[in-house]
């Protein structure tokens, strides 16, 4: 059913469900505990280990390092090892480099991919020599991850070498090392070394450099393989304008066994300080490239641009911004198949500086947010998204700045954590609250009205919409402690109508609400949870409100709010919007 703009039928609409949600939420039961994502935190945490601060992720397996990490020797590194068992993680290994080295920051970059990890150390010596850099290379066998190779500059004794490893890449046979600090060309004009596996060795086949090489232009800030594509970024490339480090990102491919620049990637609308490249990733014929600094119209707003294979050349086809316009998306990037996320280490909405994950999914040649992960217990500057990696629609974050797992006397200790969120690729996140709420009461970050809590509630899925599988969760945070509240979904949505101290955005269509009862009750935790078995739930109701393959739904979650802001004891979180499969 279309939506009538008649303010007569918008009264009899909210009139509606107002009667009937007030009807089903006559009694309460206890939110279920399951929750959307799994915590890893280090089992012999110390404080300023930076826990998270570089990450990755392949199937079965996730991975975080501890650059600062003093077991065994000081400020020696590591990075933990994490195995899943069904819908579960838990720790399995801890890696040291070989042997384990004080000052190495082992584990400030990490990559996976297949049955290879390469771990960097970029303040490590090398045959005697300090402060050159390198990385060490270990290979899955069986369930355990063992040393294979130290891989470090083949001119590591030049003067102009130094910092190897400061960004590490790996896809298939292919690893590829940035290098800001070499000074071969000019100075701090940077590099970035190829590495292929031959024969079951690791061997240097590269040295790579911007074409257009430029003093202090940091080329190897972040660089990226897949198949036989290489990028890497040069954040303070001028471009031909004096110290505007706008910053550009080069493209190299591999024929006949060579490395060759092709072309050179700048945005339309760069300015002064943008530094593109600030983090990127390529993956088949989409790269993608985050400009952290950038002023869209004079405002600063950070932005990620895509840049798309057509015809033999890359061109610059969108240009990304955070659904609430929020500063500082684009600090870590990630992408796999038709599903990117990118870390904004700067987000407010669980604390000040708690960070979070925005989610973009592809839709034929565009991309689109579709979600928002937020840690439900983050504090204030943990930086989550400092740090992304996905799989599948399985992504691990790093908070490096938390303290979950300090002892209480010391409150801001940096230990750090990381977090495994699942996507639900089928389910979008939309009508939030960051114009004007009923009274005023706005949340500029993605989720419903403020309520008591002094948040708005944030409706959010995880697994896969598949009707067979049924494994589909719906989870809601950032609710009122212990209040009574139900999920309910319409099969149509219209434009936000004032409802309590909320907006409603779903609507009747022709199939009426369907109530996903008992209620529950939020509990100490302020979250409420529906699923797996969401959907066989559905399959009792008159055959209009079964959900079915092909068929798509839209979600809100109304809860109980006395003490809310505007007065009128109840509230809604945003709704979702989730396409179901067979």
Known sequence: MKYNSNSTSRRTAQGNVVLALLFAASSSTQASAQVLEHHLTAFDASTQDYFGESTAIIPGWAFAATKYDFAVVPWSGAVHVFRQSGSGWGFSQKLKSVPPVGLTTFGNAIAASG?????????????GVP?????????????????????????????????????????????????????????????????????????????????????????????????????????????????????????????????????????????????????????????????????????????????????????????????????????????????????????????????????????????????????????????????????GATVVVGASRDDVACPSQFANCDSGSAYLFRIAPQAEQYCSCPGIGPCGNHDAFVGGCLNSSAKGAVLSAGGSSSVLLDELVIESRWLPTDRVGILFMGSDFGPPIPFGDGMLCIRAGTTGFQRFLPPKNSGTSGSMTWGPGLIASTQSNPPLTQISAGQTWHFQNWFRDPSGPCGSTYNLSNALKIQFLP
């Open 115 to 127: 049955d290879w990890l390469a771990v960097a150390a970029f303040n490590e010596s090398v045959q």
């Open 131 to 391: 402060g050159k850099g390198a990385v060490h290379v270990f290979q899955r066998q069986g369930d355990d991850w063992v040393y294979q190779q130290k891989l470090f500059a083949s001119d590591y004794a030049s003067a102009a070498t130094t910092s190897f490893g400061s960004t590490v890449d790996i896809h298939g046979p292919t690893i590829v090392v940035g290098t800001v600090e070499d000074h071969t060309l000019q100075y701090l004009a940077g590099t970035a070394y190829v590495f292929e596996l031959q024969g079951g060795t690791w061997a240097q086949t590269s040295k790579l450099y911007a074409s257009d090489f430029e003093y202090g232009a940091f080329f190897g800030y972040d660089v990226a393989v897949h198949g036989d594509t290489i990028v890497a970024s040069a954040t303070d490339e001028d471009n031909g304008v004096m110290d505007s480090n706008q910053g550009a990102v080069y493209v190299f491919e591999r024929a006949g066994g060579s490395w060759t620049q092709v072309q050179k990637l700048t945005h339309h609308d760069s300015g002064q300080f943008d530094r593109l490249g600030f983090a990127l990733d390529v993956e088949g014929d989409t790269i993608f490239a985050s400009s952290v600094f950038h002023k869209h119209n004079g405002v600063q707003q950070s932005a990620v641009y895509v840049f798309t294979k057509q015809g033999g050349s890359w061109v610059e086809t969108q240009e990304l911004f955070a659904a609430d316009d929020m500063y500082g998306m684009g600090r870590g990037i990630s992408v796999s198949g038709d599903l990117a996320v990118f870390g904004h280490v700067a987000d407010s909405k669980a604390a000040p500086g708690a960070g979070a994950v925005h989610v973009f999914r592809r839709a034929g040649p565009i991309w689109s947010q579709i979600g928002k992960f937020v840690a439900p217990d983050g504090g204030p500057v943990d930086y989550l998204g400092l740090s992304v990696a996905i799989e």
